[in-house]
């Protein structure tokens, strides 16, 4: 094998393999350069039950490796938490191993195994129906099933033992419950995964850390994407090295690039005083604007809001889905401190930030609802469990709607266009209530907002149109099973020169919130009767979206 880290001498041949990105223990130093994160160095005699229980779940190698291809070409990149070389490597020894009889490791055997309970959510409807057969379960039988004998191994993994590839399966446990839409767990198990990367010392500079710089990296970046999806005050770096090979094109867009721009959107907002606290109000709104801005015009050419390249979406898939998902971020920001000005009447107070706020509100919603459909679009079939578009789709919607019922004067800017994007919005979600059950009650909230709009007869046929006039084509894209993982670049390409290393500051500490979560936990059917949607038990749901934000006064709001 072809050492990625092309250009780098090494002091021998074993050398080559450090690319492998399962670093060894810094304080102890147990583990060499060349070891494989898939065995164990030393021998451990009879495995415990819950390896033994493991062992007997994981299906066999054909049906194991449909997965794993599967995970990498298609789901990996949504936040690119597995270098596919190095993975690809450590899982052809896992397998050698075993076949051998070679002790394994029981933190890469969860990883495998959470790596194939994340992907059979996401699989498209021919591997579906092959598993299903052969298997003789359903996908969402052997997810869960997956995802229980990981549970109980990774429970035998003492803290700081794992090294990265623990955070990695950790990780992927928090991916799990959110794509299952189960979203305090996914918070708990995040927690847990941060916690195990300040065992590491993941969360402090490395700049002193005697480690080769390719290992460093593997570091940064892990830790980059525990930031994003938490964001709040910590010391980390950047990832910023480039790592080659020759059978790539060398202008390839990183697959990190995207988890790396939005790291930089959070600690440009961290300095904002308020924001961190989860306090975002119109009085933020230009600073917020503006920091965002700045963020997006650091774009390289293939992530550019206006006139991207897009040479690489064919090839690449996961460019043009990271190009729209760093737009919808960057509306859904922009909207954050906005939201005020659209749940609230704005026309009592005529001299209110509010309203002089109002029209800029509008237009980032509008376009947020137009980056979300666009990122649900190349999302699907396969990843329509990734919760973010629907959901900012279904959430701004439910804003709009708010901005209509508080305008009885019908003098909202851009009414007819706020009318249009809440059309799309509800047809969107109407083509995709089948593949979720997030989506369905979704659907179901935003249609009881829409029936309680005072519409004109005018108005309710924009809506009509739009909301039957959007559909999504990646419904019916064919099959794209059968795409040779030379489609998924097995190295990350350079970040953009743009993008600085953050600043270093304290605290060390790294507390995780609840913060910046968009998954839902499945409701039961929302009742018919809009009273009983307004008082029901939101579950999970209210955690992170409260009807009350809509700023509706309930009884004589929507009980007319």
């Known amino acids: ?134 298997l003789g379960e359903s996908v969402e039988s052997l997810s869960e099933r997956y995802h229980h004998a990981a549970k109980q191994l990774s429970s035998t993994i003492a803290p700081g033992k794992g090294r990265l590839t623990q955070v990695q399966q950790l990780f992927l446990t928090a991916s799990w419950y959110k794509a299952e839409a189960m979203f305090v767990e996914s918070w708990h198990a995040l927690s847990s995964a941060i916690h195990e990367a300040q065992e590491l010392g993941m969360h402090k500079s490395l700049a002193k850390v005697g480690l080769p710089e390719f290992d460093k990296e593997m570091r940064r970046r892990l830790w980059c994407i525990l930031y994003s999806w938490d964001c709040t005050y910590c010391s980390f770096e950047m990832p910023n090295v480039r790592l080659e090979s020759d059978h790539i094109e060398a202008d390839v867009p990183s697959p990190i690039v995207h988890m790396a721009l939005q790291c930089q959107l959070g600690q440009a907002l961290s300095k904002i005083p308020g924001v961190m606290g989860g306090t ?83 237009d980032i919603a509008l376009k947020l609802i137009q980056a979300a459909h666009q990122l649900l679009d190349c999302m699907l079939p396969s990843n329509a469990k990734f919760h973010f578009a629907p959901f900012a789709m279904f959430d701004t919607a439910a804003s709009l709607c708010s901005a209509i019922i508080h305008d009885p004067g019908r003098c909202l800017p851009q009414r007819d266009k706020v009318i249009e994007a809440i059309g799309v919005a509800l047809g969107t979600l109407e083509q995709i209530i089948h593949n979720t059950n997030t989506a369905a009650m979704c659907h179901s909230v935003l249609s009881k907002l829409v029936n309680k709009l005072s519409l004109t007869p005018e108005e309710k046929l924009i809506l009509l149109s739009k909301s039957s006039d959007n559909p999504l084509t990646g419904l019916k894209t064919p099959s794209d099973s059968q795409l040779p993982l030379s489609a998924v670049p097995g190295i990350d390409f350079a970040i953009n020169n743009n993008l600085q290393p953050l600043d270093m500051r304290s605290p060390e500490t790294y507390v995780p919130t609840m913060s910046g979560y968009s998954s839902l936990e499945p409701l039961a059917p929302p009742s018919s009767d809009l009273h009983e949607l307004f008082n029901m038990d939101l579950g999970e749901l209210g955690q992170i979206w409260d009807l009350e934000n809509l700023g509706l006064d309930f009884p004589q709001s929507l009980t007319a």
């Open 280 to 362: 975002m109000t119109p009085a933020n709104a230009v600073t917020v604007q503006q920091e965002t801005e700045q963020w997006l015009a650091s774009f390289p050419p293939a992530y550019r809001l206006v006139n991207p390249d897009m040479q690489w979406d064919r090839s690449y898939k996961y460019v043009e889905v990271q190009r729209n998902q760093l737009h919808a971020i960057a509306y859904l920001v922009m909207l954050m401190p906005l939201k005020q000005c659209l749940t609230r009447d704005v026309h009592q107070d005529t001299s209110s930030i509010e309203k002089s706020l109002q029209p800029t509100a509008i």
């Open 1 to 134: 094998m072809t050492s990625p880290m092309a250009g780098i001498a090494m002091e021998d041949s074993r050398e080559d393999f450090k690319v492998l990105g399962y670093l060894p223990e810094v304080q102890s130093g147990e583990y060499t350069s060349g070891d494989s994160a898939a065995i164990a160095k030393k021998p451990q005699g009879s495995y415990s039950p819950e390896m033994e229980n493991a062992l007997r779940v994981i299906p066999p190698k054909p049906y194991t490796d449909i997965l794993v291809q599967h995970y990498i070409r298609e789901t990996n990149s949504q936040y690119y938490c597995l270098y596919p070389p190095m993975f690809l490597r450590d899982y052809s020894t896992w397998w050698s191993g075993k076949a051998s009889g070679q002790p394994l490791t029981s933190e890469f055997t969860c990883l495998l195994l959470r790596t194939c309970a994340c992907s059979a959510l996401f699989l498209d409807a021919g591997l579906r129906q092959k598993l299903e057969m052969e």
